[in-house]
């Protein structure tokens, strides 16, 4: 079984267009699919059809979340794995998502949907796939992100979910936060040698607490925080700041919906070999170190606000 990387997020838009803006103008994307009441984008820098779909809805939040499977017959090793845990599956047609081969849906603990699939048609780099140049023409003021890099989902029972990712998909757990209790409560995930893919903390089940796009250094997040207020983007929760947990430097805005996104970057690399390395471990009373080093505190909003 191997999960080879986190795709896309599939989330849901108050204001299709408003929300294809964001994307685009705000993120950086690039538009690589449309079909009624959906918009795909992906980054410049990437090749898989997409990393955001954008569906028409009357509430905001999550839809699923793509990851890419090593080998075909990884979905039946992981339907097997999920039944075996009580889990419910789906399969999903090919083509039923633009651009991707058949899906195995699987019903997380947490409330959340993961889709894993192996095939994802290549869209090219808009640097040029021959030949390719440096600069990319008639951005008009917008500075693409390089990738989707991790997600944070808020559900309930993160313990059972996070083992379930680590026993059955072979996800890494790279740094874990205690509770004043003394019992695990917050859990950061990996398939890659990126610290985190996808993280979960305690929330309202199937929730989306941030997606966060990787810039292409530290000074990057400080001068989009110029871009945003030029574009007057819906606020976000502190200025720039730096986690503990990770390390990165980061930044939160909302989207037209009130998704939180997050540009960050400076992550260290943890190891692709699975269970070799302990994660870190953050006691309780150092949560706030833990989530804002600067600041050392957090926000009462920051993980109350979810959608
Ligand atoms: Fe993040």
């Given amino acids: 079984m191997a999960v080879s990387r986190l795709s896309y997020l599939s989330i849901r838009a108050l204001d299709l267009a408003a929300s294809e803006k964001h994307y685009t103008e705000v993120i950086g994307l690039r538009v690589t699919g449309r079909s009624p009441g959906q918009v795909y984008l992906q980054a410049h820098e990437a090749q898989d059809h997409h990393c955001i779909i954008l569906n028409a809805s009357d509430r905001a ?8 499977v090593n080998d075909p017959n990884d979905l039946n090793e992981a339907e097997a ?8 599956t789906h399969r999903i047609a090919a083509g039923n998502i633009m651009g991707q081969g058949e899906g195995l849906g699987i019903e997380l603990p947490s409330g959340h949907t993961f889709n894993l699939f192996y095939h994802s048609e290549k ?3 808009s640097y040029g796939m021959k030949d390719p140049d440096i600069i990319l023409e008639n951005l008009n003021g917008v500075w693409p992100v390089t990738h989707l890099d991790h997600t944070l989902l808020a559900g309930n029972d993160c313990d059972k979910t996070a083992k379930f990712l680590q026993e059955v998909l072979d996800f890494n757990l790279t740094e874990c936060i205690h509770g004043p209790d003394g019992s695990p409560f917050a859990f950061f995930l990996t398939v890659s040698n990126t610290i985190h893919n996808v993280a979960f903390a305690p929330g309202p089940p ?14 990057d997040v400080i001068r989009r925080v110029d871009m945003l207020k030029h574009r007057k983007v819906a606020t976000f929760d502190y200025g720039i700041s730096r986690h503990g947990v990770a390390g990165v430097t980061t930044v939160y805005f909302h989207d037209p919906s009130g998704n939180r996104n997050e540009f960050q970057c400076g992550v260290y690399e943890a190891s692709v070999v699975r269970n070799k390395i302990p994660p870190i471990v953050w006691a309780g009373e150092n949560i706030p170190r833990g989530v804002f080093y600067y600041e050392s505190a957090v926000l009462a ?7």
């Fill in 61 to 68: 939040g999550l839809d699923h979340v793509g990851f890419k």
């Fill in 81 to 88: 794995g999920a039944k075996a845990w009580g889990l419910k």
């Fill in 123 to 125: 869209v090219g780099y």
């Fill in 206 to 219: 199937n929730s989306l607490h941030h997606i966060a796009f990787y810039v292409s250094d530290r000074a």
């Fill in 301 to 307: 909003n920051f993980f109350e606000v979810v959608t």
